[in-house]
């Protein structure tokens, strides 16, 4: 596998191309980068300046015709919950296995049948990567036996929280102490906080699902980090995991590992060896 597709060239991406060109044993053979046209430009010359060598060939395409005509073996959706609508159902159709980063998407029930009636149809994988969080392993094999009670816990800074619902209901510049500003489940957290719910999401369909997985989340102004935490009850295991999620440079919102989680998904996929 060494011909790629990248959807969206936000945080994410960039900080994948990065990685792409240094964290790879052979160059990728073939690497499409899908954009919105008004972009196009602007991109092509970030990549010729500073991607250059990310693969043989690449190219900027604004169309998912343009991509799925490149063929690649496998794409990346790093865009956002509206790309996931718009172009994924038509990749998975297309045979092509398709990593989806804006897990907080298949939270609308029609939009997670789509995907998997496309998936199957295509005879393609929907590939869901860890991205902020962890521990995603130990949860889904648990998920097997079933029983599962889970609880979420979502805290960053009171700022993080801003344009979200939480700005007009709480003061958040004012806040001097932990204040949970969202109680329900992973689902109603999806819905109301879909820009956040990546976490909640991930958890869910690893686990308990969306309906049966508690999500809270919390406002403290003593967070430096964006920090996730759940706790796990089983018949067979249980545990608390927590991560203090360093944020990417320039954006206060994503956390860096969920760039190397694609990483981590791309050789898995490239590699000999599936960890
Ligand atoms: N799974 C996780 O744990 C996790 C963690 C962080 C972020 N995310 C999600 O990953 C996604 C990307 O995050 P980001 O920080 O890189 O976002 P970003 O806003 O920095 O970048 C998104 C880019 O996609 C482009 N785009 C939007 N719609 C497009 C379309 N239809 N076709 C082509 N390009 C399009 C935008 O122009 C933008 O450049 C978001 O949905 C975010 O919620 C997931």
Redesign the pocket.
Same mark, same amino acid.
């Given at each position: 596998m060494t011909r790629l597709g990248i959807?969206?060239?936000? %945080?994410?991406?960039?900080s994948l191309a990065g990685l792409l060109q240094t964290q790879l044993e052979r160059q990728l053979e073939h690497l499409t980068i899908?954009?919105?046209p008004e972009?196009s430009s602007q991109i092509k010359q970030i990549m010729k300046e500073e991607y250059n060598d990310i693969a043989s060939e690449y190219c900027i395409a604004t169309s998912i015709e343009a991509l799925i005509n490149n063929k690649p073996n496998l794409v990346v959706?790093? $865009?956002?919950?509206?790309?996931v609508f718009?172009?994924v159902p038509q990749i998975l159709s297309a045979g092509i296995d398709t990593v989806v980063? &804006?897990?907080?998407?298949l939270s609308d029930v029609a939009l997670a049948d789509s995907l998997y009636n496309s998936a199957r149809k295509g005879n393609s994988k929907l590939l869901l990567? &860890?991205?902020?969080?962890g521990g995603i392993d130990l949860l889904a094999s648990l998920q097997q036996y079933g029983e599962l009670d889970v609880s979420y816990r979502g805290i960053k800074p009171p700022a993080a929280w801003s344009g979200t619902p939480a700005s007009s209901l709480f003061d958040l510049d004012q806040l001097s102490k932990e204040t949970v500003i969202f109680r329900g489940t992973a689902r109603e957290a999806a819905n109301t906080y879909p820009?956040n $719910? %990546?976490?909640a $999401?991930?958890i869910a369909l690893a686990g308990a699902g969306f309906d049966k997985t508690k999500a809270e989340l919390v406002a403290d102004p003593k967070a430096i980090a964006n920090i996730h935490e759940y706790t796990v009850n089983s018949p067979l295991a249980s545990y608390t995991f927590r991560v203090e999620a360093k944020p990417?440079k320039d &954006?206060t919102?994503?956390?860096a590992t969920?760039a190397y989680?694609v990483l981590r998904e791309i050789k898995n996929c490239i590699g000999p060896i599936v960890i």
């Amino acid at each position: 596998m060494t011909r790629l597709g990248i959807i969206g060239f936000g %945080n994410i991406s960039i900080s994948l191309a990065g990685l792409l060109q240094t964290q790879l044993e052979r160059q990728l053979e073939h690497l499409t980068i899908v954009c919105r046209p008004e972009y196009s430009s602007q991109i092509k010359q970030i990549m010729k300046e500073e991607y250059n060598d990310i693969a043989s060939e690449y190219c900027i395409a604004t169309s998912i015709e343009a991509l799925i005509n490149n063929k690649p073996n496998l794409v990346v959706e790093c $865009a956002g919950h509206d790309a996931v609508f718009e172009h994924v159902p038509q990749i998975l159709s297309a045979g092509i296995d398709t990593v989806v980063v &804006s897990i907080g998407a298949l939270s609308d029930v029609a939009l997670a049948d789509s995907l998997y009636n496309s998936a199957r149809k295509g005879n393609s994988k929907l590939l869901l990567p &860890s991205g902020a969080i962890g521990g995603i392993d130990l949860l889904a094999s648990l998920q097997q036996y079933g029983e599962l009670d889970v609880s979420y816990r979502g805290i960053k800074p009171p700022a993080a929280w801003s344009g979200t619902p939480a700005s007009s209901l709480f003061d958040l510049d004012q806040l001097s102490k932990e204040t949970v500003i969202f109680r329900g489940t992973a689902r109603e957290a999806a819905n109301t906080y879909p820009k956040n $719910a %990546n976490v909640a $999401a991930t958890i869910a369909l690893a686990g308990a699902g969306f309906d049966k997985t508690k999500a809270e989340l919390v406002a403290d102004p003593k967070a430096i980090a964006n920090i996730h935490e759940y706790t796990v009850n089983s018949p067979l295991a249980s545990y608390t995991f927590r991560v203090e999620a360093k944020p990417l440079k320039d &954006s206060t919102k994503t956390s860096a590992t969920t760039a190397y989680s694609v990483l981590r998904e791309i050789k898995n996929c490239i590699g000999p060896i599936v960890i």
